[in-house]
């Protein structure tokens, strides 16, 4: 099928047109992040205004950069959720007009499906993935790990209990006073700094669980900031002879808590795999799969033949080639049924991303 897809779930705007699931003919993001730097995260009005301003240009690009008119679209695909809800309405609004003007059938789709697929994209044809499939998905939003038998059928193993990956990077970002999104800044920051010079602990260490859980490490990187000389309030500061508090050590703290983020989910994967003997793949997909010492420490110790990450790095943030992908699989997996009326969610059940989830 040619699809054209929307993702509207946070601060992206997002079109693409998508070939069979896997040719990405054209993919639009309009992003709105910058405008939230100063705020060290995203305010849902404003990201929904930004939303109402770009989608359009950014569906008309989409149409051109692909070279398609709309009647070479078979059909049309949007996240319903989970997300911000008034930045979805806006997606699901347009693309809901759009299928009735056009007379195309349309397809929702949960937004970690939309991740779950995003390795697929632009993989060349005879490098099919082979299910079990073990998936992290690993975003501001949330943090899974799957084992799927099909691309809708699967399993939820693991997830974390309390603050998602992409979080952890982006609260400790706002701790190092770096800009939003904190992944990025972080692992910039951290390019400098030695990841050996502070220590933070290994996350559930010694409970047999494959979850996560991260907002210990950012408790620990505050306390470190905290206890460090440099940023002690300096109560003798009116006493002119006393040196001047020496600046915060922003890259070795970057990098060591960057290390600890790898460290434990390197960690949460072996235990999985240990589990699981059976997956024959690991995918890393979703916004940290963008990280570049989480993709090196894997690659070095992940014991699998194959270890997938998004073909792009753009396919790892949000983006609608995902959710054009995504659709593809749900209308191979559910035949007419992918067609069906669905509402617009801010929070979508786990288990609503797959079919016969078990969780
Ligand atoms: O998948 P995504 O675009 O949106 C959600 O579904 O949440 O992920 C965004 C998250 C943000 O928390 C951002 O800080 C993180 O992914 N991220 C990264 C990197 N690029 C984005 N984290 C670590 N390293 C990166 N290079
Ligand atoms: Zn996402």
Known sequence: MLLLAFETSCDETSAAVVEDGRRVRSLIIASSSAAFTASGGVIPEEAARRQVECI???????????SVSIQDIDALAVTRGPGLLGSLLVGTTAARAL?????????GVHHTLGHLSSPWLELPENDEPTFPVLTLSASGGHTDLWLRSAHTR?????????????EAFDKGA???GLPYPGGPSIAKAAEHGNPAAFSFPLPLKKEDTLDFSFSGLK???????RDLPSVRPNLMSHVSHLPSPAPLPVADLAASFQAAIVEHTVDRLLAALAHHPEVSEV??????????????????RIPVRTLHF???????????????????????????RAFDPFTTEASLP?????MNCES
């Open 174 to 176: 706002s701790l190092l």
């Open 219 to 225: 408790t620990a990187l505050r306390y470190t900031i």
């Open 56 to 66: 359009l240009p950014v569906l008309h690009q989409a149409l051109a950069q692909a």
């Open 350 to 354: 786990l288990g609503d991303a797959l």
């Open 154 to 166: 699967g399993r939820l193993i693991g997830r974390t209990r309390d603050d998602a990956a992409g």
């Open 99 to 107: 299928a009735r003007l056009w007379k195309k059938p349309l397809i």
């Open 283 to 300: 995918h890393v997909v979703g916004g940290v799969s963008a990280n570049t010492a989480l993709r090196l420490a894997l690659r070095e």
């Open 310 to 336: 998004p073909q792009r790095l753009v396919f790892c943030t949000d983006n609608a080639a995902m959710i054009g992908a995504a659709a593809e699989f749900l209308h191979r997996e559910l035949g007419e």
